[in-house]
């Protein structure tokens, strides 16, 4: 997955939604800018698989040693898988925060209907 490829929320989450077995399935993850924004992370808390999660909604928390932040869905649907490793390795999200760095799949019910593209983040994250 590719930066570019991605929709994202104004709140820095990613989705990328493929094809799977006659169903739609998100992969979620957080944004570069928001690791790097971030900082050092040291802590994150994600849902369990079988949870569902709304569009727009909490999912979990990030935190660094400069703050703790929230993390929202950019879907409504149940949790397939959850990349549990990764609460182990936070290193994994400044390293490839787009592709070993996805943190939830979930089953679509509804995207989103604030989700951005690429070129429409990019330039909101460099308004901030």
Known sequence: MK???LKYLESH????????????VATIGISAFAVE????????????????????????EVES????????????????????AIVDDLSVLSDDPYQKGWLL???VDSLSKSLL???????QCESH
Not at 117 to 123: L, R, S
């Open 3 to 5: 930066a570019e490829d």
């Open 13 to 24: 989450e990613w989705v990328s939604v493929v094809e799977h077995g006659g169903q739609q």
């Open 37 to 60: 924004q971030l900082g050092d992370i040291v802590h994150m808390e994600l849902p369990g698989v079988g949870d569902s999660v709304t569009a727009g909604e909490e999912f979990g």
């Open 65 to 84: 040693v400069k703050a703790v932040s929230s993390m929202y869905s950019p879907v409504t649907g149940e949790i397939l898988e959850v990349h549990s």
């Open 105 to 107: 799949k979930v089953k």
């Open 117 to 123: 593209d690429f070129a429409t983040y990019k330039q």
